[in-house]
């Protein structure tokens, strides 16, 4: 069975401040997709990244960076210096390979007050 | 280049009117998805299409629901009857090819949003 928990609900920052959303996911299968998407207030999923699960070297893309860590089972999401255009709710998600759906967690609502 | 285009963006029905809903994936696209997400809630997958084919409709609910995706015009998302439990934002995505092609990443509409009175 697939399983994706996001366990914090809401997060609310001072804008500047560094924020990670936390994403720990269960899967039976040795490989897999692991995905992050943003829904900004006005309602559209945006992509963020894939990582597929034998790449577990860190991305950092600007102010965005992904832990992958296989031994924990985790895929967080950190944001340095915080900007309010970052509120948002945002989901990690997963497949496995041959796997048709994405499993979304509940997702995580970010708020960033100026 | 238009991307995933759903509509409409906002629904109002009574219970017991019909909702119809409807998705045009990417130019190119031939795979289309619809995932539903409840108030609060992450996105759940329901079906998955091919051009007149239901490839995956495992996670529609048995009755009053159903999709199609004809060999020409958009995907179409119907629900009979609507239940106050049907509101809910509904997201159509689609891909190139299916997702067992391999790590494909589905490109989201902005989603319908349906609100049952």
């Known amino acids: 069975a697939q399983k994706v928990t996001q366990a914090q609900t809401e997060i609310s920052v001072v804008e500047k401040e560094d924020v990670t959303l936390d994403c720990v996911y269960e899967t039976r299968d040795t490989t897999y997709y692991l995905f992050w998407y943003k829904q900004p207030p006005s309602g559209e999923l945006v992509f963020l990244i894939r990582?597929?699960?034998?790449?577990?070297q860190n991305e950092i893309s600007g102010r965005y960076s992904w832990n992958f860590q296989k031994s924990t089972s985790s895929f967080n999401f950190t944001i340095t210096a915080s900007q309010v255009v970052d509120s948002a709710v945002y989901f990690c998600a997963l497949r496995n390979q041959g796997a048709q759906k994405l499993v979304f967690g509940q997702g995580t609502r970010l708020t960033i007050n100026p | 280049n238009a991307g995933v285009m759903q509509n409409p963006r906002h629904l109002v029905r009574r219970r017991g009117q019909e909702a119809r809903l409807r998705c045009s994936p990417m130019?190119?696209?031939?795979?289309v998805y619809w995932y539903r997400q409840l108030p609060e809630e992450g996105l759940k997958f329901m079906v998955y299409l091919q051009k007149e084919n239901i490839i995956d409709e495992s996670g529609m609910p048995k009755e009053r629901f159903s999709a199609e995706f004809p060999k020409e015009g958009p995907s179409i998302l119907r629900i009979q009857q609507v239940v106050r439990g049907d509101s809910a934002a509904y997201f159509c995505a689609s891909s190139p090819t299916g997702q067992l092609s391999g790590a494909n990443v589905l490109t989201f509409g902005a989603g319908s949003r349906l609100t049952v009175l």
């Open positions: 130019k190119g696209h031939s795979h």
């Open positions: 990582r597929n699960s034998f790449d577990e």
